[in-house]
Each structure stands twice: as C-alpha cells, then as structure tokens.
C-alpha cells in the first residue's frame, strides 16, 4: 500500500471512529385507563385492535407489566423520572381528592407538579442528541411544569388537565385546537404524525405519545359505537362507546406505524406501547359498567391486581424476536433506565433498571416492586400499600395494618388470602415494604381524630360494588 492510500485509509478509519453512532428513535405510547385485559393480543373477544395485535405479533408481549401506581399522574411520574412515585412525592392524581372530613385516615400532602429538579426521559436523551416530543396529556403540572419546562422540544396537548371535558372539538389545550366536532384522538394522533414526519431522518427523535382515551367522559365517533352496539346483539355489556374508543386508539397505532414506513425510519424505530393503571369497572354513582379486567381482581384505584397490572408491548427491530411472550414481573419505574440504554446512553440512577438485556434475550435477576398509595381513591380503594417478589404479591391496608398475602402463580384472581397458612413469608414481605418506605421516605396517612364510622364511606364516588368476601 502506497503513502496515498494509506493516509486515505486512515482517514476513512479515523472518521468513521469519530462518527456518532446511530441512535434509533423511540416512540412511547400511553394509553389513559387502559386495562390488561382490553387488547385482544390480550385475550379480548370483543374489542377490534387489529393494529395493537400485529405490533404484538412483531415484537414482545409482557404478561406481569405493572404500573407504579393504581390511578395516573404518580405513574406518570415514574415513567418520566424511573422514580417510585413515593420517592418524587407525587402519590396520588393531581390535583387529588378532598379529604373526607370523617374517613379514618388524614391523607398525606402530595406534590402537586413534577419537580423540575427530577432529571426526566427527555433531558436524559439530550445529550445523545435526540429531538422529543410530548403529544397529548401531561397531567404532572400546570404553568411552569408543562412539557417544555422538563426538557420537551415540542409540546402538543400537554397541560395540567387528566381528561377532556369533551372528546370532540374545538379543544383549547396548548396547541391542540381542533376543529369542530374532531375527535380528540385524532387530533393528539395527527400532532404525532406531524412530529414524525417533520423530524425523521433529520435526527433520532423521542416521541411521547400520550392519549386521553379511554379516560372518560365515554365518548367516540357514532359510526364506531354503531358498530359495536350491534355486536351486542342484544346484550348489556361490553360497553360499545367504551370498545369504540379502544379501536380509535389502535388506529393511532396504525396511523403512526404508517408515518414511520412512509418516512422509512420504520426499521429504525423501537415502540412501546402500554397504560397508566388498571382498566375502570364502574362509572359513576349509577355504577355503570366500563370494562372488565378479569381474571384480575377489581380495577382502577386498587391495588389489587385489576387495578395495576398492565398490558405492554415493545416492538425493538432486529432485537425483540417476533411474537415473544415475556412473564417477568416488571413496572413503570423501568421505562426510563430501558430508553436510555435503547438509545446508547448511561441512566441517571434510578429505582427501575434497563430491560434492555431481556429484550435482548437475557434474564433479569428476581427482584422486589412496590406501590405506596396513601389516599382513599374515586374508585373505593383505601389506602395502602404493596410488594410483588416473584410469584407472591403482599398487600398492607393502612387504615387497620391488615395483611393480604396472595401466590400470583397459583390464584390470579387474588381470592385466597394466605397469611394465615404463610406467616413467615407474609412478615418477611411486610418487613421489606417497611424497609423500602423508610429508604424513599414515602409519606404515611395519620389517623383522623373526626373518623366517623357511620359517614365515613360517603364521600367516595364511582365505587365499585362490594367484592365477595376473601376465603382463607
């Protein structure tokens, strides 16, 4: 090789040396409510997701994906921060509800915005170079704490508000218009198409795609609720209006999957895509059914299985093996570490850790999740909470300390309480969720010197019917 070709060579080495690496963009898609049960890649016999089904068939379906908390804005807070919503102090939806003035138990003060110290996904992917966006509800604080304020290049939807007051336009969130009588999925889903087809090719993006739907008010286009009305055939539930927004969800799926393949980053392009917290059972005081999250015990506001268990999918191409099924107990707290580590970077330290080596065909080492929920939730769930190691899941109910211990494996359904026939395990689960409190300083309720038994339960609203008693 002569001098020429060599200084050419090792000028082409050196460059391709200096060169950053490619870094995929990653689209996080959150549905508001959405139940483990209301995908039919999850077993659903009457709600049409066809596009939610083939991002199952290419990529991973969790079975025991969690959120970090039974109602939205403290799950919000994990997935932004990886942080247990005990450990940023936000344990309850913003703004939360009033305290009863004769429940048992005083409620602790909560934050009321994500505070802009706490490093989030978007300034996490910064430095790596990636252009974010956050499209639809926010829900982790208001002027000042919007989207913008921790580290999104873009905001589209995004403010203090958990729900629309009306599915359908003119809307007034931060550049989210609408026109009249648009559907506000499609709005949030047309933002996020802009987004991709503005920014693909140009750098790697982070898209934050977080729906309103299948919060309520239960609102959807009136062909959709047609179709499912007759479907029915004349039956009381499923819930038509409620299956109808479910399909608008799958079609911004669909939607968005197109975008990516007519901007030819779809190969580039990892997507997860799960909910905030367990599906909603019952609407109002009239109790009206929503959906259902059997084989899961009772549903959003609880920390029973319905309310936190969650479905997940993450689709990583030339990674995740097409139509794997993962059982490994994961949560919300895990999002962060896992994004960082898709797009090449070091997480800030965390609670979760990356998922990345099991999407990579690796096992995780077995390892303790936890709730804190110190609030009387719209649902009836009292305060409490929760600690899952491997198949057994232990819950503590603060209003009287009492312990349910349940083995997942054995009784999804959580109907036999086994404290009782399994003291030992039961105390050591109690003494490592008491251990963790203490470490992230999770605030605890106070016992109310006003309790009134015979008013107590008149403040709660949309609360599910009693669950038949637990055996033993």
Not at 429 to 450: C, F, G, T, Y
Request: hydrophobic share 35%.
């Amino acid at each position: 090789m002569n001098r020429r070709s060599f200084l050419l060579t090792c000028g082409a080495a050196a460059a391709l040396a200096a060169a950053p690496p490619k870094r995929p963009n990653i689209i996080f898609i959150l549905a508001d409510d959405m139940g483990w049960a209301d995908l039919a890649s999850y077993g659903n016999t009457f709600h049409e997701t066809p596009h939610t089904d083939r991002l199952a068939r290419d990529g991973v379906r969790f079975t025991n994906a969690y959120a970090a908390c039974p109602v939205c804005s403290p799950t919000r807070a994990s997935i932004m921060t990886g942080k247990y919503p005990a450990h940023v102090n936000i344990t309850d939806w913003i703004p939360g509800r009033k305290q009863w003035p004769s429940a048992k138990l005083l409620t602790p003060q909560f934050h009321q915005q994500l505070p802009l110290a706490e490093v989030t996904i978007a300034e996490a992917l910064k430095p790596l170079g990636y252009r974010t966006a956050a499209v639809g509800k926010w829900h982790l604080g208001g002027e000042g704490f919007h989207p913008e304020n921790q580290g999104f290049d873009v905001n589209i939807g995004g403010d203090h508000r958990g729900s629309p007051r009306n599915y359908f336009g003119p809307f007034s969130f931060p550049n989210l218009e609408g026109k009249e009588g648009e559907y506000l999925t499609d709005s949030v889903t047309a933002g996020a198409v802009s987004f991709i087809r503005e920014t693909a090719g140009k750098s790697p993006f982070f898209l934050y795609l977080s729906h309103y739907t299948v919060h309520t008010p239960l609102q959807a286009p009136e062909a959709l609720v047609a179709k499912y009305r007759q479907k029915l055939n004349g039956k009381d539930f499923p819930n038509p209006v409620y299956a109808a927004m479910m399909e608008t969800f799958d079609n911004s799926i669909g939607a968005v999957r197109e975008a990516l393949k007519e901007s030819g980053v779809a190969n580039d392009t990892i997507i997860i895509v799960t909910s905030d917290n367990g599906g909603l059972r019952y609407e109002g005081k009239a109790k009206r059914p929503v959906t259902d999250n059997k084989p899961f015990r009772a549903g959003k506001g609880h920390l029973y299985e319905g309310g936190i268990r969650e479905p997940l999918l993450i689709y990583w191409p030339g990674v995740t093996r097409a139509g794997a099924v993962d059982d490994t107990p994961v949560s919300s707290v895990d999002y962060l570490p896992t994004i960082v580590e898709m797009a090449g970077g070091r997480a800030p330290k965390v609670d979760g850790v990356s998922l990345a080596p099991l999407l990579r065909g690796k096992r995780l080492s077995k390892r303790p999740l936890y709730w804190h929920y110190p609030h009387y939730s719209n649902q009836g769930g009292p305060p409490g909470g929760a600690i899952r190691l491997g198949e057994w899941k232990l819950i503590e109910f603060y209003e009287d300390n009492r312990l349910e211990l349940y083995n997942l494996r054995e009784d999804p359904g959580e109907t036999r309480n086994l404290v009782q026939k399994e003291p030992k395990r039961a105390a050591d689960l109690h003494s490592q969720l008491d251990r963790w409190r203490k470490q992230v300083k999770a605030s605890m309720p106070s016992v109310n010197p006003a309790y009134d038994p015979a008013t107590a339960d008149q403040g709660l609203t949309g609360v599910e019917p009693p669950t038949p008693p637990v055996s033993r």
